[in-house]
């Protein structure tokens, strides 16, 4: 076969590609791309996030999981963002290229692997397609897969960059190369701290195809204090293949006591595995995630919304990490990578349905911060554990002083609790309920029985709180508040029993008084002083689904009509989320329809669709969101519900459109459901 008929089949094979993805469930495909109007996707693997640039080959952020600093607003911890590390440069002919002058320039987000493919034609000489990953199968590393093919004899130099942003100082940068009789092992590394004197390190290397001694000679260039690149130059003949990598890890002294020597070794490891078996792997890891998967027939663009949302909160956590998420994951700095109660009422449902052992992980970040929950409690003179609003590396309550959520959002220690008991039911793990699910819910249990103010009989009220609706600050006996005390009162209690102990009367006794107010037509009343203005997001509704505080179908319809008008079209998407499942368990799938639309369809934004936290915002990619418009799927039109019992499904329909929708890997006996 002549090499311009091999080009011929390429440039073909690239054209039936590129059609074919844009019917692909799996894939979220970026033309045309405007860099005034981009929002970038990230990969990730729970532990380190890239996030995407209109710029070829660029990085825009590199975010670190668990690794927080007081450096930006709010005299709080904020989440590092690292070293630069994966950037690339390439010059084609002494030209350097960018956005302005390469053309057919795409990025294809494959969700099914974890991959940012990016394709363009750079001034006719040479087409190049880079695959992005940050390998599931080794948390702190990432690899950049460069394939160039020459359209006319050419010379190029690619080059890979380490940058370090402003905030990290006393930055050190080393260049070596190890040399063995079997292989030659560029390393580049730049060594930096925080403000508070943590410790962090990037290293990269090339991963090149050509036999030991004909590598491609490197060159290494020091640009200034903060940046350092290596590169190496190579000849390609027209029509010539030119396949190589970039590896590079990251990892602070957080996560490991020598950073530097720790993310040399993590590198050298990844060049002498291979592109071909780390992308193996990686591989296999998200063939295992997905095993738990939500397939919806009828509908490409709903199906592909879900695999997002999906992907999503898939790359944002793992399993055995420790850590937690935040509302926008690994995506960027934003609510500076805090954990809040987004985390346990709205993303966590989804894990914990279809991989407990990643909602496991979520659940241990809290279990390790009950020391710092129970001195909170002690400051704010209450027993037990009262959990931060805003909560990062320590578990001592970060919220800036300027927001009133840090002391009043007290409902996010019940909503904890509530999240632990769940886990005991998804799985019925007697020895985990005993270790860590019961000694949390029991220091919840006393929290709220110390706080709770013993007025008289029927009104053991919770005073001076913010509820859900963030809008309505320091109000009494809010709906959502008292409601989930009163169920995670009667979680700790079953949680005793469970395990044979006698649980405190007290905290059935207190829960039993907790008032729930209600208007003279019997609808649920937000707070003793509400009167009917808009709220911000689902609130008194929260009783009917998660908490089934509210049972009787009347009552929920009565609440629905109530709050529905009044929730506002600029509040966040899991308003309209909770509304959905409601919908769908009442069997009135169209209603449902569109409440789901409108938790995710408003807040997206181009090129990839990712979601901002509000319709029309500009701040992706809002995890929250993709947590509640999942449970819409999930306990909504497919039925499911966590139960003492266990998983159950409940009878849903389908709206107009849909043929079917599966779940598959339930639990942790992988059980499939499904509903036509």
């Known amino acids: 076969m002549t090499k311009k008929l091999s080009l011929l089949l390429f440039f073909i094979g690239v054209c039936v590609q590129a059609q074919d993805l844009t019917k692909s469930p799996w894939h979220i495909v970026a033309n045309n791309i405007d860099p005034n109007n981009y929002y970038g996707i990230t990969v990730a693997n729970g532990m380190v996030g890239l996030v995407s640039s209109p710029e070829p080959m660029q990085i825009k952020d590199v975010v670190l999981n668990g690794v927080y600093d007081q450096y930006q607003r709010g005299r709080v911890s904020n989440i590092l963002k690292t070293f630069s590390h994966m950037n690339m440069n390439l010059d084609v002919d002494g030209m350097r290229i960018n956005r302005n002058n390469i053309s057919n320039f795409s990025q294809t987000l494959d969700m099914q692997h974890a991959k940012l493919i990016t394709t363009f034609n750079a001034a006719g000489k040479v087409l190049v397609r880079q695959e992005l990953y940050s390998l599931r199968n080794l948390p702190f590393t990432a690899m950049s897969v460069?394939?160039?093919?020459?359209?006319?004899?050419?010379?190029?130099?690619?080059?890979?960059?380490?940058?370090?942003?402003?905030?990290?100082?006393?930055?050190?940068?080393?260049?070596?190369?190890?040399?063995?009789?079997?292989?030659?092992?560029?390393?580049m590394t730049s060594v930096a701290y925080s403000p508070g004197k943590k410790k962090v390190a990037a290293s990269t290397s090339f991963i090149f195809p050509e036999a030991h001694g004909k590598e491609p000679e490197i060159i290494h260039e020091e640009w200034d204090y903060n940046m350092h690149l290596m590169k190496f130059k190579k000849q390609l003949?027209?029509?010539?293949?030119?396949?190589?990598?970039?590896?590079?890890?990251?990892?602070?002294?957080?996560?490991?006591?020598?950073?530097?020597?720790?993310?040399?070794?993590?590198?050298?490891?990844?060049k002498l595995e291979g592109i071909d078996r780390l992308e193996k792997a990686h591989n296999a890891a998200w063939d295992a995630l997905w095993q738990s998967d939500i397939t919806l027939t009828g509908d490409l663009e709903s199906q592909r919304a879900v695999h997002s949302a999906l992907y999503h909160l898939y790359s944002f956590a793992r399993k055995g990490s420790g850590y937690s998420l935040s509302p926008m994951g690994l995506s960027g700095l934003g609510y500076n990578?805090?954990?809040?109660?987004?985390?346990?009422?709205?993303?966590?449902?989804?894990?914990?349905v279809l991989h407990p052992e990643i909602a496991r992980s979520?659940?241990?970040?809290?279990?390790?911060?009950?020391?710092?929950?129970?001195?909170?409690?002690?400051?704010?003179?209450?027993e037990g554990a009262m959990f931060p609003w805003e909560s990062a590396e320590t578990g001592a309550e970060d919220t800036p002083v300027w927001a009133l959520t840090?002391?009043?959002?007290?409902?996010?220690?019940?909503?904890?609790?509530?999240?632990?008991?769940?886990?005991?039911?998804?799985?019925?793990?007697?020895?985990w309920l005993k270790t860590r699910g019961y000694p949390v819910l029991k220091e919840v249990a006393k929290f709220w029985s110390s706080r709770v103010e013993r007025n008289s009989p029927g009104h053991y009220d919770i005073n001076n709180v913010i509820g859900a609706n963030e809008w309505q600050e320091n109000i009494d006996n809010n709906a959502f508040t008292n409601g989930m005390v009163k169920t995670v009162l009667?979680?700790?209690?079953?949680?005793?029993?469970?395990?044979?102990?006698?649980?405190?009367?007290?905290?059935?006794?207190?829960?039993?008084?907790?008032?729930?107010?209600?208007?003279?037509?019997?609808?649920?009343k937000e707070n003793a002083t509400y009167n009917g203005v808009e709220i911000k997001q689902a609130d008194a509704n929260l009783l009917s689904y998660p908490l089934k505080v509210i049972t009787d179908k009347t009552s929920i319809i009565r609440d629905l009509n109530y709050y529905e008008p009044r929730l506002s079209k600029d509040g966040p998407a899991m308003g309209g989320a909770i509304l959905s499942v409601l919908y769908a368990r009442l069997n009135e799938p169209q209603k449902a329809y569109d409440m789901f639309v409108k938790s995710y369809k408003p807040?997206?934004?181009?090129?990839?669709?990712?979601?901002?936290?509000?319709?029309?915002?500009?701040?992706?990619?809002?995890?929250?969101?993709?947590?509640?418009?999942?449970?819409?799927?999930?306990?909504?039109?497919?039925?499911?519900?966590?139960?003492?019992?266990?998983?159950?499904?409940?009878?849903?329909?389908?709206?107009?459109?849909?043929?079917?929708?599966?779940?598959?890997g339930v639990g942790v006996e992988k059980k499939t459901f499904e509903r036509k």
């Open 237 to 270: 003949k027209k029509g010539e293949t030119y396949r190589f990598a970039v590896v590079g890890s990251t990892i602070a002294s957080v996560q490991n006591k020598d950073p530097h020597n720790e993310a040399e070794r993590l590198t050298i490891f990844a």
């Open 490 to 524: 009667e979680y700790a209690s079953q949680a005793a029993e469970v395990l044979g102990e006698t649980p405190n009367p007290d905290w059935r006794h207190v829960a039993a008084n907790i008032p729930i107010l209600q208007f003279p037509d019997g609808t649920t």
């Open 362 to 382: 979520l659940l241990e970040y809290r279990y390790n911060r009950l020391d710092a929950a129970k001195q909170n409690a002690f400051e704010h003179g209450f």
């Open 406 to 431: 840090g002391p009043f959002q007290q409902h996010i220690t019940a909503t904890v609790g509530w999240a632990f008991w769940k886990y005991y039911e998804m799985t019925h793990d007697r020895e």
């Open 603 to 664: 807040n997206e934004v181009p090129p990839f669709g990712v979601l901002a936290e509000t319709a029309g915002g500009s701040n992706p990619y809002f995890a929250t969101g993709a947590g509640g418009m999942l449970q819409a799927l999930l306990f909504g039109f497919g039925g499911l519900d966590i139960t003492e019992n266990g998983i159950i499904q409940l009878d849903t329909r389908l709206p107009k459109g849909w043929k079917s929708l599966k779940i598959t």
């Open 337 to 352: 990578g805090h954990v809040f109660w987004d985390t346990e009422l709205w993303m966590y449902p989804p894990l914990l």
């Open 146 to 187: 460069i394939t160039v093919i020459a359209l006319k004899d050419v010379e190029i130099v690619p080059g890979n960059y380490i940058y370090a942003p402003d905030h990290l100082a006393d930055v050190r940068n080393y260049f070596s190369e190890i040399d063995r009789p079997h292989v030659l092992i560029p390393l």
